[in-house]
């Protein structure tokens, strides 16, 4: 069983801000956890607008608290985020987020990130792996 808090992973190589200056992320379960699947918390700043692709991952958010617009770049229809609400880029889709009000989420990732991931040119976070643990 993990027990483990956003306050206690602050600081920490867990709480991970973003070179662009526009979010950042706790991800309070990784990779190495070897559970299937990743969580975060992320705060994306008030004014900032921010076009992600997650070509290897799928995503689910959920807002816990501000507002955001998404923009799904492949159709171009937007989505207004706030408290409560969902979104799942179950498509691998290319989507921007304009942020209206500081907005914090939750996101879960399949596959799991390890913690090392940024966004590249193009918004994709790439496909990093855990070692496997080693015999004993």
Not at 71 to 96: A, C
Not at 103 to 128: A, I, K, M, Q, S
């Amino acid at each position: 069983m993990i027990v483990r808090s956003f306050q206690d992973i602050e600081g920490t190589d867990r709480h991970v801000k973003a070179a662009s200056g526009t979010w950042e992320s706790k991800r309070i379960v990784l990779a190495k956890e070897r559970v299937g699947f990743s969580l975060h918390e992320t705060v994306l700043y008030a004014g900032t607008e921010t076009s992600m692709w997650y070509a290897n991952h799928i995503e689910a958010v959920v807002c816990v608290e501000g507002e955001a617009e998404l923009t799904n770049d492949e159709t171009g229809e937007k989505h207004i985020i706030t408290p409560g609400v969902m979104y799942l880029l179950d498509g691998h889709e290319k989507h921007t987020m304009r942020i209206k009000k500081d907005f914090r989420c939750l996101c879960v990732f399949n596959p799991p990130v390890t913690g090392r991931e940024d966004h590249d040119e193009n918004g994709v976070y790439p496909l990093l792996t855990e070692p496997e643990p080693e015999a004993v």
